[in-house]
């Protein structure tokens, strides 16, 4: 079974670091791409950043270039959001999305609150 879950969702002021976990689990291919969405309220969701497993080509929305760092470490089938300098507009529901063979899998989902 295809699972992803995500970890080190919380709240912090504006200016403040997270740093958001996701772990793979449940297939052995290596050619698949994950990445990181959110979700505010009354808002769709947006993509956030991502990474080919394959070749470790990366993405970052506009919104979070300079901020944002995503990252992998292969050994542990885990990707990594590290996030400086949050602001308010930051706030949302982060999930963790793969997509592999051609259908997508998602996390649970973590919590970000970044408050004045």
């Known amino acids: 079974e295809v699972r992803l879950v995500e970890s080190g969702g919380g709240s912090v002021q504006a200016g403040g670091a997270l740093r958001l976990s996701c772990a793979a689990s449940?297939?052995?291919?290596?050619?698949?791409?994950i990445g990181w969405f959110r979700q505010a309220p009354g808002k769709e969701r947006e993509g956030v950043s991502c990474?080919?497993?394959?070749?470790?080509?990366?993405w970052l929305a506009n919104s979070v270039q300079g901020r944002f760092t995503i990252s992998r470490d292969i050994d542990k089938s885990t990707i990594y959001l590290r996030m400086n300098s949050l602001k308010l507009e930051d706030t949302g529901d982060y999930s963790c999305k793969a997509v592999l063979m051609g259908n997508q899998y998602w996390g649970q989902g973590t919590q970000v609150t970044v408050s004045s």
């Open positions: 990474i080919n497993n394959s070749d470790g080509r990366t």
């Open positions: 449940g297939f052995t291919f290596d050619d698949y791409a």
